[in-house]
C-alpha cells in the first residue's frame, strides 16, 4: 500500500509534508503534490503535516477520493521530485475549504 495525495492539495500546495518525508517521495506539479507509489514506505508522519487533510493511506481513502491512487502514480512519473518546504500557493487560504477540485488541476 502507499500514501495518496488527494484533492484538497490542488490550487493550495502546502509543503508541510515534504519536510517531514525520510524517503523523499513527493513529487511537485504546477499546482499540487503527489506521492510516488513506488517510493513511499507507508510510514505515515505526512499525514498530521498536511493542513488540509489530503494525504490517505490508500486503504482509508474517503469517498470519491479513489481515483487518487492512479492519478498519483501517474504524475509522480513526469513530475519533479521536491524535497524541500516552500511556500504554499498565493491564494491557498482561499481555495483550502473548497471541495471536488479535481477540474482545476494543472498538470
Known sequence: MTHVVTDSCIKCKYTDCVDVCPVDCFKEGPNMLVIDPDECIDCAVCIPECPVNAIYAEEDLP???????????????DWPL????????????EWKDVKDKLQHLQR
Open 63 to 77: 469517498p470519491g477520493q479513489e481515483q487518487y491512487t492512479a492519478l498519483n502514480a501517474e504524475l509522480a512519473k
Open 82 to 93: 521536491i524535497t524541500d518546504k516552500k511556500d504554499p500557493l498565493p491564494d491557498a487560504d
